[in-house]
């Protein structure tokens, strides 16, 4: 066996369904098929399966070369990096144009410990009458 197929132990091998809807690696659908003859068409074409849905019925499996599983991971790690973390906060903060100056220097060491405490800060100034 060559030493890449062991340095990756089971991967793609631990599938805990019976039947699974499989797609191959140029994303055609191959319909479903038994946990065995999946992992048959894995080893014939040096592809390693992974998981895309697990909700469905049945689950959707697509065999992925090393590259692809790497992209994929990619491009995963840049969506979740794009959408908001749950614990990040907003602070806003408002005041007029037309606020005192000891009132401003208050407001800015606020902002300042806010943007210290790596929480979003945004300011709204508005227009005096």
């Not at 369904?17 to 074409?45: F, W």
């Not at 849905?53 to 491009?75: C, D, K, S």
Request: net charge positive; glycine share 6%; aromatic share 4%.
């Amino acid at each position: 066996q060559p030493k890449s197929k062991a340095a990756f132990g089971s991967v793609g091998r631990r599938i805990p369904y019976r039947v699974l809807h499989v797609i191959n690696q140029d994303g055609e659908s191959l319909g479903n098929m038994h946990r065995a003859e999946a992992l048959r068409l894995m080893d014939q074409h040096g592809l390693k399966l992974v998981l895309l849905h697990e909700n469905v019925e049945p689950p959707v499996y697509r065999l992925m070369t090393g590259q692809q599983i790497h992209e994929e991971q990619l491009r995963r790690a840049e969506k979740k990096k794009a959408s908001p973390k749950p614990g990040m906060c907003t602070k806003e903060l408002s005041f007029s144009s037309a606020i005192a100056k000891n009132d401003l220097e208050t407001k800015t060491k606020q902002i300042a410990q806010w943007i210290e405490k790596r929480h979003h800060v945004k300011v709204t100034i508005r227009q005096a009458k």
